[in-house]
Nanobody, 120 residues
Framework: QVQLVESGGGLVQAGGSLRLSCAAS????MGWFRQAPGKEREFVAA????????TYADSVKGRFTISGDNAENALYLQMGSLKPEDTAVYYC?????????????????WGQGTQVTVSS
């Protein structure tokens, strides 16, 4: 049973930073997605199983950094220069394959989500 547990969400002012963490029950290719009220879940960032390849949505490129710690089976999302439009529930996801996935359908396993709210 794959378990993913996110933490690190909260309330931050625009321009601020937050670091999200995801504790996994094993090593996987993983990603971060987010869902704002009334909107579909969207891709944020992903990292390969080997942790050597990353990719980002254009909306967060240059502001967010995804990383993984294989020894700890942990995934991180360092978020900077936050904007009110980054407000959403952020989800950690894992997939059985070793390459990057950028679609929600690429991922079989999901965490419960953590709320990020950016005030203006």
């Amino acid at each position: 049973q794959v378990q993913l547990v996110e933490s690190g969400g909260g309330l931050v002012q625009a321009g601020g930073s937050l670091r999200l963490s995801c504790a996994a029950s094993g090593q996987y290719a993983m990603g971060w997605f987010r869902q704002a009220p009334g909107k579909e879940r969207e891709f944020v960032a992903a990292i390969s199983w080997y942790r050597d390849t990353t990719t980002y949505a254009d909306s967060v490129k240059g502001r967010f950094t995804i990383s993984g710690d294989n020894a700890e089976n942990a995934l991180y999302l360092q978020m900077g220069s936050l904007k009110p439009e980054d407000t959403a529930v952020y989800y950690c996801a894992a997939r059985s394959g070793r390459v990057i996935g950028i679609k929600t359908s690429d991922y079989e396993y999901w965490g419960q989500g953590t709320q990020v709210t950016v005030s203006s």
